[in-house]
């Protein structure tokens, strides 16, 4: 009797209890009156490490929180953000022999700013003179001017530059540095660039033979193997790229200090110190050297080789303040969880624990709410807030299971799964093959079969949310076509379905990623399509990331299952050009083609984002109609709205939903469709 008694009036007192619990935390969101989201999440706190988010809920969040020097918008656009104007040049550093030298040839320039200026005309800004080294900047990606100058100083005898490459078994810092430290030779060393442990390249100004020989000796001397020394090229200056940002006026970061150009060079320096899957880890390989300028206001950036994708790569990149990275560097990994950095975002964490997370927006008077994240939500409690109207967005949208939900909101795509092709397979090797199998596969099917929120993919080698994305159509399912296309080729079907030439079968392996339910399902759907085509598929499952990775590099499969992550450098070089196509290249399709190689190239040398368009539609028609790799469908989050809340997005395409929407209204956000006229190059 007791026990009936107690289920009879202890559960409705339980569900009230969830209830207070699921209103009070609404209250808290809500102080303020209406301007408060309260999101209900089933997965654990995060960290909210900005530069490796585990989720894209964790991903959003610290979007909120922090800022990035520039920002892709919505509607694909560069924008500014914490840099509010960009700029790239051209530093040339010359050596002479005595600082004579130098200043004759200083003034050799000047004496071109005559009537005709030939300064404004060759986008010559300064030519200075630092004892035997001048210095000239121009304002100009192009080098016709940076050619006319050296051809008016060429009789003062600049010093020849040699760009050189030094490899050894073992490391070499600790060698090198002594060297640099002991040897009268070190001064013509410039420029040193350390690639890995094991190697380095550098510049050596003048006659370098002495000092190549001491280099040698010094790093040879108790070494089990002789280094090795390459010549990787002369000139009669040292050419650089830059990149100027200038930081935006009156930003601070969320303690009130003013964000300077120190903060974003001390990230991108604590980001190169960590070996962390970043998809700027090549930017930041290419750089040289960072300096901040213009009292902290500029960010002056000196790259080793032209690469105009640097721009766009740094785009979305968090940026943290120096004095809480330089406090970080002392310990094995940043602690963002109990010394989380203050950033310059639009929001502020207010409040912190082990389930919840409030954030307010840091400008008063913004139509902007406040958010309340509660995590590790229970089934049960997720339904009493949408039964209560007490929650306003639960992610994912299954945690919500039958509740009265008014919309879905998509995330955007992040990646999308594709099957790459060893073009050098003795069937994959015909690009009609590789054509009648994308034919034969129906995207559709997969979509509708697969578990999770999938989306459409198209062709184009880029992400479809960026400005210079073409969107490039995929193939359309079409199996008879697949299946002439094999009959004209001379590859019917036997008796048993399987196409044939005269002396093979149809027949290759695909490698799978274990693990993955989805990876092993699509797999699963895709070996069925193909069987229908007469191709006969085998799966072969490959138990981790390493032997992946050894599998590709060596050239050891037919066909590959993977994830692609998006980017949003449009520098394609180390996927498609015929450099990468040889064991432990990256070109693991094997595609080489001269003029691809050319045009790739080009695109990687492209500084104005407005060509950049242009360049990539010639690409990819030279580049997709050899069909490399086979894109499937894009993978997104999906969050349930369960209540008006404030704000809601903009009519836009459903996998451009993001929190960001939310906190930042529209009419607030920049609403240009195409690259912000602050962020320009020079003209």
């Known amino acids: ?273 960590r070996d962390w899957p970043l998809t700027v880890h090549e930017v930041l390989r290419q750089i040289q050297l960072m300096e901040a300028q213009n009292d902290g206001g500029r960010l002056h950036v000196t790259f080793r080789k032209r690469y105009g994708p640097a721009l766009a790569a740094l785009t979305d990149l968090p940026i943290l303040p120096a004095v809480w990275l330089r406090a970080q560097s002392r310990t094995v990994e940043p602690d963002f969880v109990n010394a989380a950095p203050p950033g310059a975002g639009s929001h502020r964490i207010v409040a912190r624990d082990a389930r919840s997370l409030i954030l307010e927006p840091v400008e008063d008077g913004r139509d902007a709410p406040r958010f309340l994240f509660s995590f590790a939500v229970s089934p049960l409690m997720t339904q009493i807030g949408t039964r209560t109207r007490t929650v306003d967005l639960i992610w994912p949208a299954t945690a919500a299971d039958d509740a009265p939900l008014e919309q879905l909101r998509f995330t955007p795509p992040r990646q999308r799964l594709v099957v790459l092709w060893n073009t050098r397979q003795p069937v994959l090797k015909n690009t009609r093959f590789r054509e009648a199998l994308a034919l034969a596969v129906d995207p559709g099917a997969l979509i509708h079969s697969l578990p999770g929120r999938l989306g459409h993919a198209d062709a184009s080698l880029f992400a479809p949310n960026l400005w210079y994305s073409t969107r490039a159509e995929r193939l359309p399912f079409d199996l008879e076509k697949a299946r002439q296309i094999l009959f004209e080729e001379g590859w019917p079907q036997d008796v048993e379905g399987v196409a044939r030439s005269v002396d093979q079968s149809f027949r290759f392996t695909l490698l799978v990623p274990e693990g993955d339910a989805l990876h092993r399902r699509a797999a699963e759907m895709l070996v069925a399509q193909w069987r229908k085509l007469g191709a006969v598929v085998t799966l072969e499952h490959v138990p981790d990331s390493a032997t992946l990775a050894r599998r590709l590099q060596d050239r050891r499969f037919d066909a590959v299952l993977l994830d692609q992550r998006f980017e949003t450098s449009w520098d394609q070089s180390p996927w498609w050009h015929s450099v990468q196509d040889k064991p432990g290249g990256t070109n693991f399709c094997g595609i080489a083609d001269p003029q691809i190689d050319l045009q790739l190239q080009a695109l990687a040398s492209e500084f104005d984002p407005a060509h950049v368009p242009e360049r990539v539609r010639g690409l990819e028609a030279r580049l997709l109609p050899l069909h490399p790799m086979l894109t499937l469908f894009t993978t997104h989050d999906e969050a349930a709205v369960v209540a008006p809340v404030a704000h809601p997005p903009p009519a836009a395409p459903a996998t451009a939903w993001t929190l960001r929407m939310l906190a930042v209204p529209a009419r607030s956000a920049p609403a240009a469709p195409g690259i912000d006229l602050k962020l320009r190059s020079p003209e």
């Open 1 to 273: 009797m007791n026990l009936a008694r107690t289920l009879i009036f202890g559960f409705p007192l339980l569900i009230a209890a969830l209830a207070w619990w699921s209103a009070a935390e609404a209250k808290r969101s809500h102080a303020h009156g209406k301007d408060g989201i309260v999101v209900m999440l089933a997965q654990n706190a995060p960290a909210l490490n900005p530069f490796l988010p585990a989720t894209e809920v964790e991903r959003q969040i610290t979007d909120l929180v922090h800022a990035p020097l520039l920002r892709i918008d919505e509607k694909g656009a560069l924008q500014p953000a914490l840099a509010d104007l960009w700029r790239w040049s051209h530093d040339v550093t010359c050596w002479f022999a005595d600082e004579a030298a130098a200043k004759s040839a200083q003034e050799l320039l000047q004496a071109q700013i005559g009537e005709t200026n030939r300064w404004a005309e060759w986008h010559l800004n300064t030519a200075q003179v630092r004892a035997n080294i001048l210095l000239l900047s121009f304002g100009e990606t192009a080098t016709t001017g940076v050619r006319h100058a050296l051809d008016v100083i060429a009789g003062q005898q600049p010093q020849p530059v040699a760009f050189w490459r030094v490899e050894r078994a073992t490391p070499l810092q600790g060698d090198w540095d002594r060297f640099i430290a002991a040897s009268p030779q070190a001064k013509q060393i410039h420029r040193v660039w350390f690639d890995g442990a094991n190697a380095c390249e550098f510049v050596v100004a003048g006659p370098a033979q002495r000092v190549l020989d001491e280099l040698r000796g010094a790093l040879n001397a108790g070494a089990a193997q002789p280094c090795a020394l390459t010549l990787l090229g002369e000139a009669g200056a040292l050419v650089e790229p830059v990149l100027d940002l200038d930081i935006r006026p009156g930003r601070s970061w969320h303690d009130g200090t003013p964000v300077a150009a120190e903060d974003a060079r001390a990230t991108l320096e604590f980001l190169r110190t």
